[in-house]
């Protein structure tokens, strides 16, 4: 034992390492119990998917699907998010290489060295290698700490995905919504401008007073004066698609325009050629603002427990647990490989240099003990699971939040359905009274206030059940983002366009992991924190 002491301590360590391997920390379990309502039902996982994977189609308006679709891959966050994805691969290669050696360097040195008068030439070279064995599972637990932020950049691009989807269904709405108030109104400045005619034609046969021209001369102003604010609206509204399709106003304005012909030709058949109107529910087919399908006011409480937000909030619980395995492990010694071989040769200037005696050989185990830390090490200890325990809390208050947002969604829905009703009638009875009280104004059975009355109630309620049609249609929308639904659209796709890797190859060496099979987004197995990676072969 005296003459083989680097045998024998090699021997006790790993003995040693044998006997004493573990892994320490808390093992994470996922949230079994949530609060969710009781009277929500807990349907099937894949009917649950049929139902909200693309939503938007339920809406059948081409424009709003070819939108999305572009916004899935061209919108700037997505792409943000998707870069992500490859930034928490690269650090999970990074906490998985530390299984391995974690010092491996080769160093050398050529000078020159004097002493005196004289001088002499150094050379070395040197190789030298360390291991920090895992006994206490420091490393094992760093890399599953690794591995949760990696699935929860893939939860976080699914749940950017759900609010860039409702955000371009929530902005075209809208954009139709103020579209059809404006035509609404442009119709209606018609109807009041031949009201103003045949007012001046009545004033100048001294049949009314002028305090009739200039009240219909008001009401037509007032009208026409709404208009800008409409428009601007509408451009705005605009706008915010043009950023969220990652482009230019410009370029999305002929998409707006497909399809809207026969709408819009349809919108004019509400109007004959006498002036008049016929009742909304004779030409409902031609709404401009999307018609939002019929949703049913049960929840399915799986549909909720998959929404992204919810898997991020899980995921980064899972993360952090990890991390009190990490800290616990510096509790405890650290035992650790090293070895270096190397040449050191010192001769006299002039000289050669001769490597024959100068070959050096170290090797052997080693350990290191915080014996004087306690205090420091457990107070990490106790601040990551402080932590452990907020992103916890964090979970279940987004579980809140989603019942929340799920329920105010559901009433919401119901109450702007009634109004809805209740605008159409008012929307009926109110053209129903123009009509009628321009028939007795022409003939001279109705004072002129009467019929500047009608026209004002028509003009208000038309323009009250148009903007009723987009709150409908929006809270569908809002209903279908708090279920978490829209995520599935880019499943299977890449996350980084071909442009974008040509740009990251040509600065820095990525291997094969830019190739185009290897940035498919992972399909995320919900509720688990399991990813299935596009290659099964890949490590990242």
């Not at 339920?58 to 572009?70: A, G, I, R, W, Y």
């Not at 200039?214 to 007032?222: D, G, I, K, S």
Request: proline residues 4%.
């Amino acid at each position: 034992m005296v003459r083989n002491p680097i045998k024998n301590g090699l021997n006790i360590l790993l003995a040693l390492m044998v006997s004493a391997c573990t892994t320490l920390g808390p093992d994470f379990e996922p949230s079994q119990t949530a609060q969710l309502p009781s009277a929500w039902s807990d349907a099937e996982t894949e009917q649950s998917t049929l139902t909200t994977a693309n939503w938007w189609e339920q809406f059948n308006d081409p424009t709003l699907n070819n939108l999305v679709s572009m916004a899935a891959q061209q919108n700037l966050d997505i792409e943000a998010a998707g870069l992500r994805i490859l930034q928490a691969r690269a650090i999970l290669g990074i906490a998985d290489g530390l299984r391995y050696p974690q010092l491996q360097s080769v160093s050398g040195n050529l000078a020159r060295a004097y002493a005196n008068e004289s001088s002499f030439n150094n050379a070395a070279l040197s190789f030298d290698a360390a291991w920090e064995m895992d006994v206490w599972g420091k490393y094992a637990r760093g890399i599953e700490s690794a591995q949760a932020s990696y699935y929860t950049s893939v939860a976080s691009y699914n749940d950017i995905l759900v609010t860039i989807t409702s955000e371009v269904a929530r902005n075209y709405i809208n954009y139709r919504t103020f579209q059809e108030r404006m035509l609404l109104s442009q119709r209606n400045i018609e109807i009041q401008e031949r009201v103003v005619n045949i007012t001046r034609v009545q004033f100048e046969s001294g049949n009314v007073t002028e305090l009739d021209v200039q009240q219909a001369q008001n009401q037509l102003f007032t009208t026409k004066a709404a208009l800008p604010g409409l428009n601007i609206a509408m451009l705005q509204a605009k706008n915010a698609l043009a950023v969220l399709l990652g482009t230019l106003p410009e370029t999305i304005e002929p998409l707006l325009q497909d399809e809207l012909e026969q709408t819009l030709a349809q919108y004019e058949q509400r109007f004959k050629s006498s002036g008049s109107k016929v009742p909304i529910s004779e030409q409902e087919d031609g709404s401009i603002v999307p018609q939002p399908p019929s949703i049913s006011n049960s929840v399915d409480a799986s549909l909720v427990m998959r929404r992204p937000d919810l898997q991020v909030a899980e995921l980064q619980a899972h993360a952090q647990s990890a991390q009190i395995g990490v800290a616990e492990a510096a509790l405890y010694p650290s035992f650790s490989l090293f070895g270096s071989i190397g040449i050191n040769s010192s001769v006299p200037a002039g000289s050669s240099f001769s490597f024959n005696d100068s070959l050096t050989l170290v090797a052997g185990p080693a350990f290191s003990w915080n014996i004087f830390q306690y205090g420091r090490v457990k107070n990490n200890i106790r601040f990551e699971d402080a932590r452990f325990q907020e992103t916890l809390t964090n979970y279940n208050k987004k579980v809140l939040q989603a019942v929340q947002e799920v329920t105010n969604a559901l009433e919401a829905y119901e109450l702007y359905q009634q109004q809805k009703a209740l605008r159409l009638k008012s929307v009926n009875a109110s053209v129903r009274a123009f009509n009628i009280s321009l028939t007795q104004y022409e003939n001279g059975q109705i004072s002129f206030e009467r019929l500047l009355n009608s026209v004002e109630k028509m003009t208000r309620s038309e323009d009250s059940y148009a903007q009723i049609k987009g709150n409908v249609a929006n809270q569908v929308v809002a209903l279908y983002k708090s279920l978490g639904g829209g995520w599935q659209i880019n499943t299977g796709k890449a996350f980084l366009s071909p442009d974008q890797a040509e740009q990251m190859k040509q600065r820095t060496d990525w291997s094969d992991q830019l190739e185009p099979e290897n940035v498919i987004v992972p399909s995320l197995s919900l509720r688990t924190g399991t990813v299935t990676p596009p290659n099964p072969e890949e490590q990242p």
